[in-house]
């Protein structure tokens, strides 16, 4: 079955560690997406890719890191310099320039601790 | 710039009747709308979508009304189960920015049997 799949589900980390969240599709889209999530204030775009080798900031960029060496393949790297890190992240894959919607993987719960 | 708003965080239902979750936007440019359907701990999953050519756009017990001149959207769902009770989101596009999808802040759906 195809699918987007994120892992690990739960992750702790230490202040001043970096960490990294995986992001993995099989549905041969080529745009994903890092969205967080926090109470009240709905998702928010992290990062984005239209394309392998390519990426484009999004909102709440600061503080983060992605790559886009393969076309199934879109880590997110929460880095150090991230404020307030711990959420509940998500990420998302679509047909590129269809506009017709994403399919979401199951998230990854973030705490630092 | 919030491009979309949900003003209700909560809205609480009886089981059986309508539930009527809202949405507006400012960006004349959308031309593409989705509702998306979150239990806690999960990815979204796709609801209903909606083309700026129509007004409205119906799927079982799910129906999504659209006002441009109002630049207001909204989702009945008649009649209402326990099982619909999740976190509604309202999301938008426009064909000028690809696949990309700005989301609203979500509305907490409760429905008491």
């Known amino acids: ?113 | 710039d919030q491009q979309v708003k949900q003003n209700s965080p909560s809205l609480s239902v009886q089981e059986g009747r309508i539930s009527i979750l809202n949405c507006d936007y400012t960006n004349s440019m959308f031309d593409y709308f989705l509702w998306y359907k979150k239990y806690p701990a999960e990815g979204p999953t796709f609801l209903i979508s909606i083309s700026s050519i129509k007004d409205k756009n119906e799927d079982g017990r799910f129906t999504v009304f659209l006002n441009k001149s109002a630049k207001h959207l909204s989702l009945h769902i008649v009649p209402s189960q326990p099982g619909d009770s999740a976190v509604y989101f309202c999301a938008a596009s426009e064909e000028t920015s690809g696949s990309r999808l700005t989301f609203g802040e979500g509305t907490q759906l409760t429905v008491n049997p």
């Open chain 1, 1 to 113: 079955d195809g699918g987007i799949t994120q892992s690990p589900k739960y992750l702790f980390r230490k202040e001043g560690q970096n960490v990294t969240l995986s992001c993995e599709q099989n549905l041969n889209h080529d745009a994903m997406y890092w969205y967080r999530q926090d109470p009240g204030q709905g998702l928010r775009l992290i990062y984005y890719s239209q394309i392998v080798n390519d990426f484009q900031k999004g909102d709440i960029a600061e503080g983060y890191s992605v790559s886009r060496e393969k076309k199934e393949s879109f880590p997110l790297t929460v880095t150090s310099a991230q404020k307030n890190p711990t959420a509940f992240y998500l990420c998302a894959s679509s047909v590129r320039d269809s506009g017709y919607g994403y399919t979401f993987g199951s998230g990854t719960r973030l705490t630092v601790v």
